[in-house]
């Protein structure tokens, strides 16, 4: 513990370090790409893919990411699964749970809803709709050009070009319109949401 502590310290001399918790491979990977691509010298972005998926073992797992030495950490949240699984009362409670811990305020948690492919949907499409299943959202995808053979593998986000390349040109279009959706409603678990912008912001993306 200590060592990582002073790791985290020494790296944090030389640029700025953020953590965010993701709920799957395809966030770590799009976030891993994004890290690439923009080549942030003086930012450094670590996704954390918990290996226990219970919310109580997030919290937990959470609660000691806030005890190290980040500047920021961010918690990314598909809305759908907790929705489908009838989970929504139970992330409350853990969003206030930590909220209580957060006494130096460095977390901020971000929903997607319904998923994270509601994101890459608004660079090319300007939407409101609120889809139930990210299922949705995904043959809504595959009827754009930019990502008509999208699937959740490792091989299609990192191929060539990778998806981050491939969404790039019309990101500030989605950065606008998902800040759009965020006012418009100011209830965490209804209406479309796409607050992984407000990350891309934070870190100065253009």
Not at 181 to 200: E, V
Request: proline share 3%.
């Amino acid at each position: 513990m200590k060592k990582n502590r002073k790791n985290l310290r020494n790296r944090r001399q030389l640029k700025t370090v953020y953590c965010v918790v993701v709920e799957g491979k395809t966030e770590q990977w799009y976030l891993q790409l994004m890290k690439k691509n923009e080549r942030l010298p003086k930012i450094d972005i670590k996704p954390e893919l918990p290996k226990r998926k219970k919310l109580s073992e997030i919290k937990e797992f959470i609660i000691e990411l806030i005890k190290k030495d980040y500047d920021g950490i961010f918690w990314l949240i598909d809305l759908d699964y907790f929705t489908n699984k009838g989970l929504l009362n139970e992330l409350g409670q853990i969003m206030d749970d930590l909220k209580k811990e957060d006494k130096s305020n460095k977390l901020e948690i971000l929903i997607n809803n319904p998923c994270l492919e509601f994101w890459y949907l608004l660079h090319f499409r300007d939407t409101g709709r609120q889809y139930v299943f990210c299922n949705e959202v995904i043959r809504e995808i595959k009827n754009s050009t930019p990502l008509k053979e999208y699937n959740k593998s490792q091989k299609f986000y990192k191929g060539n070009p990778d998806i981050y390349k491939r969404l790039k040109q019309y990101q500030k279009e989605a950065i606008e319109r998902a800040s759009t959706l965020d006012k418009l409603t100011q209830q965490l678990f209804t209406g479309a949401k796409a607050q992984i912008y407000k990350l891309l912001k934070k870190i100065g993306v253009k």
